[in-house]
């Protein structure tokens, strides 16, 4: 069974930092393109970053220059380092990655990580 889990989450002060984690595992051939979305209370889910499979990368203006996704393809792992996270970063972050299952792709998703920055 493929599962994504998600860790790193917790709280943090306004300026503080923290780093998630998110890994594929169950069986499946490889790993194209991994992201980190997430979804304030009342709010969409919405794309933070992304990056493929060759490590392009793309973010929302809203955490561009402050957060950095990257990814370790021996570990069927993304990252996402977030630097001075501000009040409005607070939301559940969630990870999805696209797997080949076989002679297709996948879209996953992990169950979500809470992450709130108190002012």
């Known amino acids: 069974q493929v599962q994504l889990v998600e860790s790193g989450g917790g709280l943090v002060q306004a300026g503080g930092s923290l780093r998630l984690s998110c890994a594929a595992s169950g069986s499946f051939l490889s790993v194209n393109d991994m992201g980190w979305y997430r979804q304030a209370p009342g709010m969409q889910r919405e794309l933070v970053a992304s990056i493929t499979s060759g490590d392009s990368t793309y973010y929302s203006d809203s955490v561009k220059g402050r957060f950095t996704i990257s990814r370790d393809n021996a570990k069927n792992t993304v990252y996402l380092q977030m630097n001075s996270l501000k009040p409005e970063d607070t939301a559940v972050y969630y990870c999805?990655?696209?797997?080949?299952?076989?002679?297709?792709?996948?879209?996953?998703w992990g169950r979500g990580t809470q992450v709130t920055v108190s002012s």
């Open positions: 999805n990655a696209d797997l080949r299952i076989s002679y297709y792709y996948e879209l996953y």
